[in-house]
């Protein structure tokens, strides 16, 4: 796996420092746009330098199913270390289900298990074929080998869609759902659709909007304490009988049973969310498992096995379990790099360590040699973020310009962790100063690395302080009744900055639409004086 040497970059006399910025988008330069506002003027002197370019970093270009898919810090750092795009979110279940990968992992198995006897499996999540959150085809599967696997009771808690899809088309998959259970109900199993209603009343809500969604969805899979319908057919008919314009997402929440819930979760049971998007699962998901939890009364907490279709959250862990692994990336750049002899280093804060580590290396733990890589993690603060929003850039700046001046070390990566892990919090004022903060370590990095004769390459993994008020369709910041400006605590669409700092050689960076962070390893690999594999999305660098 050895790089040949290129033929047209020479390596640097200093090293190749790359920095990731996470969550540091570019986005409008508006009143919630924590980065524009932010005092940056070593970012602003670097971009006016040149060369500056914006790529993407969500949606296709890192693996997900759609553009409509928010990028995120596993996914971005998995892009940057391997060089190629592969498969994320509904890609990956369909490949993990066509393999057989899902039902012979542990989570599946102890979920199955864990319910064999008298208790329930039950599945929630959005009942349809619209494959940005979620896919019907992947239910029927699952509900299938549940029944192969000797699994007596299933329920299906089923969120109506009519938004990703057609806006009153959900009879289509209830009867759909309906068709395929009936030949299951035999030999002493029990396979029933429990619970639903609209995706925009119940139980998905996402950036902590509506916790009150997410309360009725409680009340309705859990506590069984909504209307009660014969079937799930009969909700809906009924439901739109007494509002002729009501469309699917709308539509109130039900139960299912014959005067009582046939199939609400309780102790003993497994539960699976089967969407793999994550946006709209994670509070659902808090609101299993976690022990301390004041976002509504859930009343005694059913002892459950809980587990999603994904990680929905690869910072905070959300869910613990999961069914479908992160991607088996092989051949990432540390690989070759470590066969070619090249000495890297590494460092993040505990925040983001993983995820120049671990992510970086293809979802591989450990090194490739331990003789050329060295790893450094910072110990973050215990402190809530919004109150220490410059973290540890200080101390990571400190470690890497050591790094830099050792000498031993051609490749060093670095990730501030600021923008993201504050942007979070929905905080303007602190995500403002998070950003000011980078910005001056990124001011002590150029100085470093111009005396080492060395390139800086500046980037993120995705955006999110770089919007921290919720946005209508219009683009225009949403208000509460009051006039408070609504905080958006999540990822964002936006593209991403890329700053080349090259004193000695006048590289430049091609502007490509189709660019993203994958393209970032070969430019990187090319800075290196390497020849990046043929395989690899190309590089970015041309001769000035």
Same mark, same amino acid.
């Given at each position: 796996?050895?790089?040949?040497? #290129?033929?047209?970059?020479?390596?640097?006399?200093?090293?190749?420092?790359?920095?990731?910025?996470?969550?540091?988008?570019?986005?409008?330069?508006? $009143?919630?746009?924590?980065?524009?506002?932010?005092?940056?003027?070593?970012?602003?002197?670097?971009?006016?330098?040149?060369? *500056?370019?914006?790529?993407?970093?969500?949606?296709?270009?890192?693996?997900?199913?759609?553009?409509?898919?928010?990028?995120?810090? $596993?996914?971005?750092?998995?892009?940057?270390?391997?060089?190629?795009? !592969?498969?994320?979110?509904?890609?990956?279940?369909?490949?993990?289900?066509?393999?057989?990968?899902?039902?012979?992992?542990?989570?599946?198995?102890?979920?199955?298990?864990?319910?064999?006897?008298?208790?329930?499996?039950?599945?929630?999540?959005?009942?349809?074929?619209?494959?940005?959150?979620?896919?019907?085809?992947?239910?029927?599967?699952?509900?299938?080998?549940?029944?192969?696997?000797?699994?007596?009771?299933?329920?299906?808690?089923?969120?109506?869609?009519?938004?990703?899809?057609?806006?009153?088309?959900?009879?289509?998959?209830?009867?759909?759902? $309906?068709?395929?259970?009936?030949?299951?109900?035999?030999?002493?199993? =029990?396979?029933?659709?429990?619970?639903?209603?609209?995706?925009?009343?119940?139980?998905?809500?996402? *950036?902590?909007?509506?916790?009150?969604?997410?309360?009725?969805?409680?009340?309705?899979?859990?506590?069984?304490?909504?209307?009660?319908?014969?079937?799930?057919?009969?909700?809906?008919?009924?439901?739109?009988?007494?509002?002729?314009?009501?469309?699917?997402?709308?539509?109130?929440?039900?139960?299912?049973?014959?005067?009582?819930?046939?199939?609400?979760? #309780?102790?003993?049971?497994?539960?699976?969310?089967?969407?793999?998007?994550?946006?709209?699962?994670?509070?659902?998901?808090?609101? !299993?498992?976690?022990?301390? !939890?004041?976002?509504?009364?859930?009343?005694?907490?059913?002892?459950?096995? /809980?587990?999603?279709?994904?990680?929905?959250?690869?910072?905070?862990?959300?869910?613990?379990?999961?069914?479908?692994?992160?991607? #088996?990336?092989?051949?990432?750049?540390?690989?070759?790099?470590?066969?070619?002899?090249?000495?890297?280093?590494?460092? #993040?804060?505990?925040?983001?360590?993983?995820?120049?580590?671990?992510?970086?290396?293809?979802?591989?733990?450990?090194?490739?040699?331990?003789?050329?890589? %060295?790893?450094?993690?910072?110990?973050?603060?215990?402190?809530?973020?919004?109150?220490?929003?410059?973290?540890?850039?200080?101390?990571?700046?400190?470690?890497?310009?050591?790094?830099?001046?050792?000498?031993? /070390?051609?490749?060093?990566?670095?990730? *501030?962790?600021?923008?993201?892990?504050?942007?979070? %919090?929905?905080?303007?004022?602190?995500?403002?100063?998070?950003?000011?903060?980078?910005?001056?370590?990124?001011?002590?990095?150029?100085?470093?690395?111009?005396?080492?004769?060395?390139?800086?390459?500046? %980037?993120?993994?995705?955006?999110?302080?770089?919007?921290?008020?919720?946005?209508?369709?219009?683009?225009?910041?949403?208000?509460?009744?009051?006039?408070?400006?609504?905080?958006?605590?999540?990822?964002?669409?936006?593209?991403?900055?890329? /700053?080349?700092?090259?004193?000695?050689?006048?590289?430049?960076?091609?502007?490509?639409?189709?660019?993203?962070?994958?393209?970032? %390893?070969?430019? =990187?690999?090319?800075?290196?004086?390497?020849?990046?594999?043929?395989? *690899?999305?190309?590089?970015?660098?041309?001769?000035?």
């Amino acid at each position: 796996m050895k790089l040949e040497k #290129s033929s047209r970059f020479p390596q640097p006399e200093g090293p190749v420092v790359f920095v990731v910025m996470d969550g540091v988008g570019v986005g409008p330069d508006d $009143e919630g746009n924590a980065v524009s506002q932010a005092h940056t003027p070593n970012l602003d002197r670097l971009k006016a330098r040149g060369p *500056y370019i914006t790529i993407r970093a969500h949606g296709t270009a890192v693996g997900l199913p759609s553009n409509d898919d928010m990028g995120n810090s $596993e996914v971005g750092h998995n892009a940057l270390g391997a060089g190629r795009v !592969f498969a994320q979110g509904a890609k990956l279940v369909n490949q993990a289900m066509e393999s057989g990968a899902i039902f012979d992992g542990q989570t599946w198995k102890e979920a199955v298990a864990h319910c064999r006897d008298n208790a329930a499996l039950h599945f929630v999540g959005l009942l349809s074929d619209g494959n940005v959150h979620s896919h019907i085809n992947h239910l029927e599967r699952m509900i299938g080998q549940a029944s192969t696997d000797g699994v007596k009771k299933v329920f299906i808690h089923a969120l109506l869609d009519g938004r990703d899809v057609g806006e009153r088309s959900a009879l289509e998959y209830i009867d759909r759902l $309906e068709a395929f259970l009936e030949p299951l109900n035999k030999d002493g199993k =029990t396979y029933r659709i429990a619970s639903g209603g609209g995706r925009m009343k119940v139980t998905m809500d996402r *950036y902590e909007a509506d916790w009150s969604m997410v309360e009725r969805g409680w009340k309705t899979h859990v506590l069984g304490e909504v209307e009660c319908f014969l079937s799930a057919r009969d909700a809906i008919e009924a439901f739109r009988t007494r509002d002729e314009g009501i469309t699917d997402q709308y539509l109130p929440p039900f139960v299912v049973g014959d005067n009582k819930p046939v199939g609400c979760i #309780s102790d003993g049971d497994s539960v699976l969310f089967f969407n793999f998007r994550g946006d709209r699962a994670i509070e659902i998901s808090q609101a !299993f498992e976690y022990d301390e !939890f004041d976002k509504f009364d859930r009343g005694p907490k059913p002892k459950v096995y /809980y587990a999603g279709m994904m990680e929905y959250d690869g910072d905070a862990h959300i869910p613990e379990k999961y069914l479908v692994n992160p991607p #088996s990336i092989d051949r990432p750049m540390s690989q070759y790099l470590a066969s070619s002899g090249v000495h890297q280093w590494a460092c #993040s804060e505990t925040q983001k360590f993983g995820h120049v580590t671990y992510f970086w290396n293809g979802n591989k733990s450990g090194k490739f040699d331990e003789n050329l890589e %060295t790893y450094v993690e910072i110990p973050s603060d215990l402190l809530p973020f919004e109150e220490r929003p410059w973290m540890k850039a200080a101390e990571i700046t400190d470690a890497t310009i050591q790094a830099i001046e050792d000498g031993r /070390y051609s490749f060093i990566r670095i990730n *501030y962790a600021n923008g993201d892990m504050v942007g979070h %919090t929905g905080i303007l004022d602190s995500a403002r100063l998070a950003v000011e903060a980078v910005d001056v370590c990124i001011g002590r990095l150029v100085k470093a690395v111009e005396k080492a004769k060395g390139v800086l390459l500046v %980037t993120a993994d995705h955006g999110n302080a770089d919007e921290m008020y919720m946005k209508d369709k219009k683009g225009l910041i949403k208000e509460d009744s009051s006039g408070r400006r609504q905080p958006k605590t999540s990822h964002t669409l936006q593209p991403v900055p890329v /700053y080349l700092f090259d004193p000695v050689h006048g590289l430049q960076l091609e502007v490509r639409g189709d660019a993203g962070l994958t393209h970032l %390893t070969a430019t =990187t690999l090319e800075l290196l004086g390497l020849e990046p594999p043929e395989d *690899y999305d190309p590089s970015l660098l041309k001769l000035s």
